[in-house]
C-alpha cells in the first residue's frame, strides 16, 4: 500500500515537473514565467520528500514510462504550436493541476490506511496543487 501510494505522488509530482520544462521555452510573459518557476522548485521539494520517504521505508519510486512522457511532450508542443499565449498555457497548466489533484484526491481515499507520513505529503500536495489553481486563474486574463 505505501509503495503504490508514494509512487502516485512520485508519479503526479514528476510529470508536474516535466510539464513546466517543456512548457518553459514557450512563456512570453516574465510574471507567467516566475510563477511556474516557483511552481518548479515547489514540486522539486515535494520529489526530494518522496526520495526521502522511500529511502526511509526502503521503498522504490517508478519513473513514469518513456511513452507516458513522450506522449506529455508531444502534446504540450502540440497545443503551444499555433497559441503561445499567457492564457493558453495558463489554461494547460490549469488543466495539469486539476488531473494531478483529482488523482490526489482518489489515491487519499484509496489508501487512507498509509502511513501517516505518506498522506500528510499527499494532503500537502493536494493544497498545493489546489492554490495554484486558483493563481494561475488569474494569468487567463493576461
Do not use: W
Not at 17 to 39: C, D, G, W
Not at 103 to 122: C, F, G, Q, R
Not at 129 to 139: G, L, P, V
Amino acid at each position: 500500500m505505501n509503495q503504490k501510494f508514494l509512487n502516485e505522488i512520485y508519479k503526479n509530482t514528476k510529470m508536474a515537473v516535466q510539464s513546466i520544462e517543456n512548457m518553459y521555452p514557450k512563456f512570453r510573459s516574465t510574471k507567467l514565467k516566475q510563477f511556474m518557476k516557483n511552481a518548479q522548485e515547489k514540486y522539486m521539494k515535494y520529489l526530494e520528500q518522496c526520495k526521502k520517504i522511500a529511502q526511509e521505508k526502503k521503498l522504490e519510486l517508478k519513473d513514469a514510462s518513456f511513452f507516458s512522457k513522450t506522449m506529455l511532450k508531444m502534446s504540450i508542443s502540440m497545443s503551444t504550436l499555433f497559441d503561445k499565449s499567457s492564457e493558453h498555457i495558463a489554461e494547460l497548466f490549469l488543466l495539469g493541476t486539476v488531473r494531478g489533484t483529482l488523482s490526489l484526491y482518489k489515491e487519499l481515499k484509496t489508501y487512507k490506511d498509509a502511513d501517516k507520513d505518506i498522506v500528510d505529503l499527499a494532503k500537502s500536495l493536494k493544497n498545493f496543487e489546489e492554490q495554484s489553481f486558483e493563481e494561475i486563474k488569474t494569468y487567463l486574463q493576461e
